[in-house]
């Protein structure tokens, strides 16, 4: 049997752990099936796809817009009065994702799209409408009614937006995935959908766990802002002054100038080090020569409080020791594989509290317990479930 799938990326591929590494299941399923299984990316702004075969795969590009960042205040006051109005067509059919229709049209007929944003759920349900043997299938990373649930203005302009993307689109979709079982059940819960957890495991990295050191390295990586209440890291820096420990943070930001703010105040900060990011795929490898791998986040908001992050898994793969506050997903894997710590509350005073209590020794014992785990949670895991759900959405075998 052929098959025909394309995977809807509003995004460079290249740049998100998710997406590419489903692209990487994808090839692997589709190099070894007895089907005939061809592949195709619309991306974002890409040119090329740097991590998987490009024989298996056909890629297609479509022009970047500007990003939060780089909007004018004007321009972001416009989307927000569209969105107060209700008049969201112009956000979803933008000039740049003109392409989409195009290039989905000028393919043979598509057996399954799947869609890693749902900002380009439109197109997919556009696509379905005209050609209803095509089945629908959405990775939903975040609970997107409430992605910056503590930003009225947010809730008020786009809040509005992805909450209509939900309501409008959602019911017409065949299957779903998500990232955490909190996650999953709320968006049961709420739009009736069937959702099926899917946690964003890396690749198996081929390592052993360092001996740790007088000077005990923490790492922490990935997004700051506001809402991740991300300006505490410097205050946990300055309370590992006279301690062990000391704090590494690779950062990205999407909020303009906070990223700027952060690294300009952390100067100061004797016991705290700002790191230059890494491309994605050397994360890992980076990550070998520290210690512990730091989760900080407050339940502040529902996708906080249930986040099963990217990072989590590639602390393990690193063969880092956990550390995260006592956020409900995450608290019972690292106590089920006793992989880590969990403070003991969500304050910066709590996370040393819980540090400092911790021995050389004990450490030592959560990085080889990580590297237990990190043999059983990598991408090979979500390779047997893929087939299984797409084997379900197609109503075929595939093995």
Not at 135 to 146: G, S, W
Request: contains cysteine; glycine residues 2%; charged residues 20%.
């Amino acid at each position: 049997m052929n098959l025909n799938i394309t995977l809807l990326c509003d995004h460079n591929i290249n740049t998100k752990p998710r997406s590419s590494r489903l692209l990487e299941l994808l090839s692997k399923i589709a190099a070894t099936s007895h089907h005939i299984i061809r592949i195709n990316v619309i991306s974002k702004d890409c040119q090329s796809l740097s991590f998987t075969d490009s024989m298996q795969t056909t890629l297609f590009s479509f022009p970047p817009d500007k990003s939060s960042k780089q909007r004018t205040k004007e321009e972001n006051d416009a989307i927000l009065e569209l969105c107060k109005k209700g008049d969201f067509m112009p956000l979803i059919f933008t000039p740049n994702r003109k392409a989409i229709t195009k290039i989905l049209n000028s393919l043979p007929l598509q057996n399954l799209l799947i869609v890693e944003d749902i900002t380009l759920l439109p197109f997919a349900c556009e696509y379905k409408s005209n050609n209803p043997q095509c089945k629908i299938l959405i990775d939903l990373r975040e609970f997107y009614p409430l992605e910056y649930e503590n930003d009225t203005q947010w809730i008020q302009g786009l809040g509005r937006f992805f909450t209509f993307l939900c309501e409008t689109y959602l019911h017409r979709i065949d299957f779903a995935l998500s990232v955490s079982n909190g996650l999953c059940e709320r968006y049961k819960k709420d739009f009736h959908i069937p959702c099926e957890l899917f946690l964003s495991l890396p690749p198996l990295y081929e390592a052993s766990p360092s001996p740790t050191q007088e000077k005990i390295k923490i790492l922490y990586h990935g997004f700051i802002s506001p809402d991740r209440s991300s300006m505490e890291l410097l205050e946990l820096g300055k309370l590992l002054k006279q301690t062990p420990f000391s704090l590494h943070i690779m950062a990205l930001s999407n909020q303009k100038g906070f990223l700027e703010s952060f690294s300009q105040q952390a100067k100061s900060i004797s016991s705290l080090q700002i790191l230059q990011p890494v491309a994605m795929q050397d994360i890992i490898p980076t990550s070998l020569e520290y210690d512990i791998g730091l989760i900080p986040f407050k339940p502040t908001t529902f996708n906080l409080a249930h986040c099963m992050p990217n990072k989590l898994f590639e602390y393990l793969q690193a063969r880092l020791a956990i550390l995260s506050t006592p956020l409900e997903d995450i608290a019972h894997f690292v106590r089920t594989h006793q992989c880590g710590i969990i403070s003991n509350g969500f304050k910066s005073s709590d996370i040393v509290q819980t540090l400092t209590s911790c021995t050389k020794d004990d450490i030592n014992r959560l990085k080889y317990n990580a590297h237990l785990a990190a043999q059983q949670w990598h991408l090979d895991m979500n390779l047997e479930i893929l087939k299984n759900v797409l084997g379900d959405v197609l109503r075929i075998k595939i093995e």
